[in-house]
């Protein structure tokens, strides 16, 4: 286990906590013990990030630094290993944006590749699998339609390769799992 010697790591009880909103991600990466946040600012319009390292005999996350990443609403993200992918809806608009890092195990940060527009829509979530990603976000138009993306994540350029977007079902909010 990696363990991070930051002077101003938090501890967090793990134990019991549930955590449910539309402006929070949290991805674990298995084998690492890794998990990350992903968060808006309270004044809105701000993305940050933070890694944090579990520790699943005390329950707690031994907490890194919180680092702003970019601009948006609605950030989720998913992990695989210290691989990371994250999505979110653009900043005043309904743009989606996509974007794909490493865990630096050193640093306990994330190395970034650049945010990339990948389609329109409201609210995306999305599930890591390998190198695959599965996204769902609802119509950017305001309908409930319900729209489906699968890309390949390339590790090495932090790119994804997206297929086209598939309208699938109706609904909100959606959620999707590997």
Known sequence: MVKTTRSHVSKLKILGLMVFSLVLGIGLASGDDYVVDVHESISGGQLWYRVGNVDSESLTIAWGDSHKYDKGHTPMVDTDGSLVVEVHQ?????????????????????????????????????????????????????????????????????????????????????????
């Open 90 to 178: 653009g900043h005043a608009t309904t743009d989606l944006w996509c974007r794909v890092g490493k865990i630096n195990p050193e640093t306990v940060e994330i190395d970034w590749g650049p945010s990339a527009k990948y389609d329109r829509g409201q609210i995306p979530t999305l599930a890591l699998r390998g190198n695959v990603v599965v996204e769902v976000h609802q119509s950017h138009t305001g309908a409930s339609d319900l729209w489906y993306h699968v890309g390949k994540v390339d590790a090495t350029t932090k790119t994804i390769a997206w297929g086209a977007s598939a309208k699938y079902d109706k609904g909100n909010f959606p959620s999707i799992g590997f």
